[in-house]
């Protein structure tokens, strides 16, 4: 079954939740059964989505279905996730003005800093 769905309809709301992600509704005009069917079966499974108040044209189509993600709908984030999301927002706030313009610099010399402290905690 084919994985890609498109279909005309229209953000209808948007809220926040309370961990700073968004639920975003999306209202629709009736679709045919075949599209129906598409959208169920995608039911809880992660994906990428495209919003355009234009038409999606092919090359856009198959530039999103590039993406690949590790998102998961109605999962927690790991333990390693939710440290990189934290030092993420910390680069933002603090580490760009300390001289990392890049994020992957910044989150490594955290992640060996981290390191480092509990391994000198360690019996030799």
Do not use: C
């Amino acid at each position: 079954m084919k994985k890609t769905v498109i279909f005309e309809g229209g953000v209808n709301k948007v809220s926040t939740l309370a961990d700073g992600t968004l639920s975003i509704n999306i209202h629709t005009q009736e679709l045919p059964e075949d599209t129906m069917m598409r959208v169920f079966s995608l039911r809880k499974s992660p994906g990428m989505v495209l919003i355009s108040s234009d038409d999606i044209s092919k090359a856009e189509q198959e530039e999103v279905e590039k993406f690949t993600t590790d998102f998961e709908v109605g999962k927690t984030k790991t333990a390693s996730q939710r440290l990189r999301a934290v030092l993420y927002r910390v680069w933002e706030q603090e580490g760009q003005p300390r001289g990392f313009t890049d994020f992957p610099l910044f989150y490594e010399s955290q992640m060996e800093r981290i390191i480092n402290k509990y391994k000198s905690t360690l019996e030799d």
